[in-house]
């Protein structure tokens, strides 16, 4: 089914399913009465994550709470994308901008990376879960992108899955069109990992080396600010296997 996109869309955590009857309380119910002055009667979309997209009908408001029934699945739930984008934490605002780009592009789990040059190395989680949900509702995929905790880079190395191939975007390597070189994997099980401002030191760039399932790759001849090499990288994944996938 296509995405509905007249309606407001809300995640919860709550199970769905037909006639259920949903009660909404707190930061959620302020913002449907008081922003988007929900009226009874009125109807929305609900996702969880898990039991697809249903509508749902306002059948009382008051003060502090609303309650809703479920009318009808809208979408099937579908499977969710196995792409780890891996990034360096930025400042706030463009923090917020890369992870919602993240999600609207399609990863499914979020990992900042701590490196020698990383600006930012204590990450308001809460605030990031909240960008991921809000965007999860805006761009009308099904799952919300799991956020993990910040790990060093070596760490990240250590514990990654071999079979696994992570791209890295490198601003030294040689400019090329990557396409062809990633055609050569499995794409549906990758991960992607983004330096920070200044990129990576010698050290690190020489652990990466060291590792077989680490590809590099390059993103052009222009020195590119770390939210933008995020959309072009997630963008190249997306015309190899994703949404935009050519033959």
């Not at 749902?56 to 029934?69: N, Y």
């Not at 592009?105 to 949900?133: C, D, E, F």
Request: proline share 4%; net charge neutral; hydrophobic share 45%.
């Amino acid at each position: 089914m296509r995405v509905n996109y007249k309606l407001k869309r809300l995640f919860i955590r709550q199970p769905l399913a037909l006639n259920e009857v949903i009660k909404i309380e707190g930061a959620q119910a302020f913002y449907l009465i008081h922003v988007l002055r929900m009226q009874e009667g009125a109807e929305i979309l609900l996702f969880n994550g898990q039991d697809g997209e249903w509508l749902a009908k306002f059948i009382d408001i008051k003060k502090k709470f609303v309650v809703l029934q479920l009318i009808h699945q809208e979408r099937l739930q579908t499977t969710h994308s196995n792409l780890i984008y891996c990034f360096a934490p930025l400042k706030n605002a463009r923090l917020d901008y890369m992870v919602q780009k993240a999600v609207e592009m399609g990863v499914s789990i979020l990992q900042p990376v701590i490196t020698h040059h990383t600006q930012v190395t204590r990450i308001n989680m809460a605030r990031m879960k909240a960008n991921v949900i809000e965007a999860s509702e805006q761009c009308g995929i099904l799952s919300v992108p799991e956020c993990v905790s910040a790990v060093s880079l070596a760490e990240l190395l250590a514990h990654w899955d071999e079979v696994r191939p992570l791209f890295f975007c490198d601003e030294a390597h040689k400019p090329h069109n990557p396409l062809h070189l990633l055609k050569k994997y499995d794409m549906t099980t990758s991960g992607v990992l983004i330096g920070p401002e200044g990129g990576f030191s010698e050290e690190e760039r020489n652990l990466l080396k060291k590792h077989p399932f680490v590809i590099p790759i390059s993103l052009g001849p222009r020195v590119l600010r770390a939210d933008t090499a995020a959309v072009a990288a997630l963008a190249l994944l997306n015309v190899t296997v994703g949404d935009w996938s050519i033959s």
